[in-house]
């Protein structure tokens, strides 16, 4: 369908522009990539007053146009390049109204570029409880645009906003922010001509950062290259020169247009709670407070809730067994898909209550602090300040994670970055680790308030961050760069969660987790059933005439016990049970058996093909009739070597320390090598991740067997 308009979204970082972008598309948006770069593209759709169809882009949150990593480099990109494919017809640039001179620098840049704009103060009603009010009449007629004042948290101003939008033709006629021809007037002049623009700015900024563009031609390229060494051309000097000409500017068009009656006050709030928050001492145990008490409501809120999935599915597969004609169709459908299907949805409320605190922490502004609060622990140990982003956004997912890495400057800190954030435990291993902590670990209360089963997940999680801040200690120490990394950072004021947002990121994180892991899921119980339902020809006729014997010569309930028995047999020698026996030997030591190695194998596309791979094998394997649930079918399975349960406490936390460390992710492996282009980095990764989850694994075994 074609649209009518192409609305880019820019702003500074926690200025609310995500929030806006959600307010304004709602669920009619759709992430892909910018073309030819690996940079998350986020496009929604909106209707506006007048019946057109809007494509709003939400561009990448930078201070300026001069960018200083690769996602910033993409703001300058769309919107100077006319022949890009997301270059906008309309410019919406959102302001913090708490802090709008340093804000319209960015304006400042963006309306040199001479496309037609709007200004969106967004947090209008949090400026006017610090006592600042801002004239924005007076604002629009000193800029030549139209300002809208709103705030995207409690959807106000949202239907001004869209029919100023709709009124939005012309560029902003303000006097230009600088002089911008009076910079380097030799060379500008030359490059206007090179490229056939009017534009001093656009030529300014194709000398500051042509290399970023991908319209012009190596030939281009080198010929602004010889107009800078022509012209003395300077891009650190220059750069200074303007910005400080823009804030000059900024000061005469804002003089009168804001009055801070609470100057004085402004920052109290935030800095009483900050003296806290941020304390080597006391900030590190409330961190660790809340930590405990989210891993402790993973456990205790989803207890209900997946209690009745879990029936929901038992109840589908008795249906489906007592309904359905039996047949290899059947039992495709009914121990494979709608098995290893199970095993993943039952997950969903523990998913859905993990993103709703991260969204919430991140809502508040307190994941900033944590950020904060961790820099100076992280550079001892050869890890930027920036490197905490990835790595706390890596208890979501390692894949976008170590894209955001690009934010990091320096070329040692990024790739120690990239190798140790697939460490820090992600949604994907949550579902491995309840159901093995709910198998090993009672359900029990100590001290009134304390999980056990809380604390052993939230153990898990800290003992993946601190195997990510080692490893990373180690390559600091291994790899040699030169560069020296620093640290700038916002901390956005406190806020309250927009329950809204919060709602709809448990939504959409949780149908991707179905979505994404659902396909591997189902994609792996089909070849696992065929694996475990089929073998070699010699081995099933030989059961089958063992136990066609036998039944001859036994009564109902002993013929019973014996299809259980042969079910397990033909499993054990099925092509999936050969190939677990296979690697049995190297596993035996970590305290695995067979089927617990199919599941390693299977878990090499993703973590949670585990949790599937499992419910398919004990699914086809069969087992008491009563028992349906294949959480207790794990719990009853017995070695049939000792008789002792399968799955003891030190298996269980074997288990859980090799799936800590272990590199099970085909994506991430995918998008190290994208991100550093070259196989050496993942390949390192994928070998130095398996042998720290084996040597763990056979530590934690053998000490608590």
């Given at each position: 369908m074609a649209?009518?308009l192409?609305?880019?979204?820019v702003?500074?970082?926690n200025t609310?522009k ?6 304004l598309?709602?669920?009619n948006?759709k992430?892909g ?14 209707k ?12 990448p949150g930078?201070?300026s146009l001069y960018p ?7 703001v ?9 494919a997301s270059?906008?017809d ?7 109204a708490t802090?709008?001179?340093r804000?319209l ?5 963006v309306?040199?570029l001479?496309?037609?704009?709007v200004?969106a ?10 006592g600042?009010n ?14 809208v ?11 001004e906003?869209?029919?100023?939008i709709?009124?939005?033709?012309s560029?902003?006629?303000?006097l230009?922010?600088?002089d911008?021809l009076a910079?380097a ?8 001509k ?7 700015y ?6 500051h ?6 319209d012009?031609t190596e030939?281009?390229h080198?010929a ?10 300077e891009?650190?000097?220059l ?16 003089s009168?247009v804001?009055?801070?009656?609470g100057a004085?006050?402004k920052?109290a ?26 891993f402790n409501?993973i456990?205790?809120?989803?207890q ?18 007592e309904?359905l004609?039996?047949?290899?169709l059947?039992s ?7 098995a ?5 949805v039952?997950f ?10 991260i969204?919430?922490?991140?809502d ?6 944590v ?5 100076k ?8 300040g ?9 208890i979501?997912?390692a894949v ?5 890495a690009r934010?990091i400057?320096s070329?040692?800190d990024r790739?120690?970055t ?6 820090v ?10 159901l ?8 029990k209360?100590?001290?009134?308030f ?13 003992i993946?961050?601190l195997?990510?801040?080692l ?7 291994i ?6 990394s620093y640290?700038?950072?916002e901390?956005?004021v406190?806020r309250?969660?927009r ?19 659902g396909?591997v899921?189902?994609a ?7 694996m ?7 081995r099933?006729e030989?059961?089958d ?8 010569q036994?009564d109902?309930?002993q ?5 259980r028995?042969k079910s397990?047999e033909r499993l054990?020698n099925s092509?999936a049970?050969?190939?677990g026996?296979?690697?049995e030997?190297?596993?035996?030591p970590?305290?695995f058996?067979?089927k ?7 878990s ?5 093909a585990?949790?599937?791979?499992m419910a398919t094998i ?5 087992g008491d009739?009563?028992?349906?649930k ?8 017995k070695?049939?070597?000792t008789?002792?349960p399968v799955?003891t ?9 090799f799936y ?18 070259s196989?050496?980095?993942p ?10 989850a ?7 075994y053998?000490l608590?067997k």
């Amino acid at each position: 369908m074609a649209k009518d308009l192409k609305i880019a979204l820019v702003g500074n970082p926690n200025t609310g522009k995500s929030t806006l972008f959600n307010l304004l598309t709602g669920l009619n948006q759709k992430i892909g990539n910018f073309p030819g770069i690996t940079i998350d593209k986020k496009v929604g759709y909106c209707k506006l007053p007048d019946g057109k169809q809007a494509e709003i882009i939400d561009l990448p949150g930078t201070y300026s146009l001069y960018p200083k990593s690769k996602d910033e480099s993409i703001v300058f990109q769309v919107l100077a390049d006319k022949n890009n494919a997301s270059h906008p017809d309309i410019v919406v640039l959102i302001a913090d109204a708490t802090n709008l001179r340093r804000n319209l620098l960015l304006y400042t840049q963006v309306a040199d570029l001479e496309i037609p704009m709007v200004l969106a103060l967004n947090m209008t009603d949090m400026a006017r409880k610090e006592g600042i009010n801002i004239d924005v009449n007076k604002l629009s007629e000193r800029l030549g645009i139209q300002v809208v004042a709103i705030s995207a948290r409690s959807n106000a101003g949202l239907d001004e906003l869209k029919k100023a939008i709709n009124n939005t033709t012309s560029i902003a006629t303000q006097l230009k922010g600088a002089d911008i021809l009076a910079l380097a007037p030799e060379a500008i002049e030359a490059t206007k001509k090179r490229i056939g623009t009017e534009n001093d700015y656009f030529a300014l900024q194709i000398l500051h950062q042509h290399q970023h563009l991908a319209d012009f031609t190596e030939v281009d390229h080198a010929a602004f290259d010889q107009i800078r060494k022509a012209n003395n051309f300077e891009t650190s000097t220059l750069q200074t020169a303007e910005t400080i000409a823009r804030y000059r500017h900024l000061g005469t068009v804002l003089s009168g247009v804001i009055e801070d009656t609470g100057a004085a006050r402004k920052f109290a709030f935030s800095d009483k709670i900050d003296a806290v928050l941020t304390n080597k001492f006391w900030g590190f145990l409330i961190f660790i407070g809340i930590l405990f008490f989210i891993f402790n409501a993973i456990f205790s809120w989803s207890q209900y809730p997946m209690e009745m999935i879990e029936t929901i599915f038992a109840r589908l597969g008795e249906l489906g067994h007592e309904y359905l004609p039996e047949g290899v169709l059947s039992s495709l459908l009914l121990d494979g898909v709608l098995a290893g299907l199970g095993g993943i949805v039952v997950f969903i409320p523990q998913i859905a209550i993990l993103f709703a605190f991260i969204s919430i922490l991140e809502d508040t502004g307190y994941m900033a602090r944590v950020t904060f609060l961790m820099d100076k622990i992280m550079r001892k140990f050869g890890l930027s300040g920036k490197s905490v982003v990835p790595m706390i956004g890596s208890i979501a997912c390692a894949v976008p994670s170590i894209m955001s890495a690009r934010t990091i400057e320096s070329w040692k800190d990024r790739i120690i970055t990239i190798m140790v954030v697939p460490l820090v435990s992600c949604s994907a291993r949550l579902p491995v680790y309840t159901l093995l902590i709910g198998l090993v670990v009672p359900e029990k209360t100590v001290w009134g308030f304390i999980n056990l089963q809380g604390l052993t997940l939230m153990g898990m999680y800290l003992i993946s961050i601190l195997a990510a801040v080692l490893v990373a200690f180690v390559m600091k120490i291994i790899l040699k760069a030169k560069e020296k990394s620093y640290f700038i950072m916002e901390l956005p004021v406190y806020r309250a969660p927009r329950w809204t947002n919060v709602l709809y990121t448990m939504y959409e994180k949780s149908k991707t987790f179905v979505l994404e892991a659902g396909k591997v899921i189902i994609a792996i119980s089909i070849v696992l059933w065929v694996m475990s339902s089929y073998g070699p020809s010699d081995r099933f006729e030989a059961i089958d005439k063992k136990y066609a014997a036998i039944e001859a010569q036994k009564d109902s309930v002993q013929i019973s016990t014996l299809e259980r028995d042969k079910s397990a047999e033909r499993l054990e020698n099925s092509y999936a049970g050969i190939l677990g026996h296979a690697i049995e030997p190297v596993i035996r030591p970590l305290g695995f058996d067979w089927k617990i190695g199919i599941a390693l194998i299977t878990s090499f596309a993703a973590r949670e093909a585990f949790v599937g791979t499992m419910a398919t094998i004990y699914s086809v394997e069969g087992g008491d009739e009563n028992v349906v649930k294949i959480h207790d079918r794990m719990k009853a399975a017995k070695n049939p070597v000792t008789g002792l349960p399968v799955f003891t406490f030190a298996t269980g936390f074997s288990l859980m320390l090799f799936y800590a460390f272990a590199m099970q992710c085909m994506s991430t492996v995918a998008v190290v090598y994208r991100e550093t282009k070259s196989w050496k980095w993942p390949l390192i990764q994928l070998v130095y991740m398996t042998a720290m989850a084996y040597v763990a694994s056979l530590i934690a075994y053998q000490l608590l067997k």
